[in-house]
């Protein structure tokens, strides 16, 4: 949250494309796995951990990589998973 999720979020407030395209990865994660808190966070860990492998860092651009984490904020976010105000 605090390196790409916050920003991110509140940048889709004003950005319609950003929007949709979040939308649709967090469509994908809907269907793919079941949107528990452990179950996200578990997907979370293994699609950073992906990431790092690769060398992946964001950039400030929504490239793929960054719409899915984004994605997953949010949906951490509107399920209430962060209401503790644990991190992400």
Do not use: K
């Amino acid at each position: 949250m605090n390196v790409l999720g916050h920003s991110q979020l509140a940048r889709m407030g004003s950005d319609p494309g950003l929007v949709a395209a979040v939308d649709q990865h967090a469509a994908v994660l809907r269907d793919a796995i079941p949107l528990d808190r452990e179950t996200l966070g578990d997907y979370l860990l293994g699609f950073l951990d992906e990431l790092r492998h690769r060398g992946w860092s964001f950039t400030g651009e929504p490239d793929a990589a960054a719409l899915r984490l984004t994605a997953v904020c949010w949906l951490a976010r509107e399920r209430g998973f962060l209401s503790d105000e644990l991190p992400a």
